[in-house]
Nanobody, 127 residues
């Protein structure tokens, strides 16, 4: 079973940057799309970005377009989320997740689409 571990979260001032990493162990997510989600206190878990298994397609939530970049290194079994120009409203726990379907060219935004989840990493953006 694939285990995912997120890292790279922390406290940053508004306008700053962070790079989150999602590393897979006990298996691989080659062949699977990977998504980044976030959940703020009292709110639902929403998708932030996703990337297809071959990195040919990406998806971004409107709120992060132009500021966040998702990428993957299949050789390292790692997916990244580069977050620039951070805003206080980006404060949340960030989770990575692996799609339940292999080699799918269309990215899904619903959390129910994803099979394996990491434990999350906290991002706090101060104003």
């Amino acid at each position: 079973q694939v285990q995912l571990v997120e890292s790279g979260g922390g406290l940053v001032q508004a306008g700053g940057s962070l790079r989150l990493s999602c590393a897979a162990s006990g298996g691989t997510f080659r062949g699977y799309a990977v998504g980044w989600f976030r959940q703020a206190p009292g709110k639902e878990r929403d998708i932030v970005a996703a990337i297809t298994w071959n990195a040919e397609r990406t998806y971004y939530a409107d709120s992060v377009k132009g500021r966040f970049t998702i990428s993957r290194d299949n050789a390292k079994n790692t997916v990244y989320l580069q977050m620039n120009s951070l805003k206080p409203e980006d404060t949340a726990v960030y989770y990575c997740a692996v799609d339940s379907l292999m080699f799918v060219p269309v990215l899904g935004a619903a959390p129910s689409r994803y099979k394996y989840w990491g434990q999350g990493t906290q991002v706090i953006v101060s104003s």
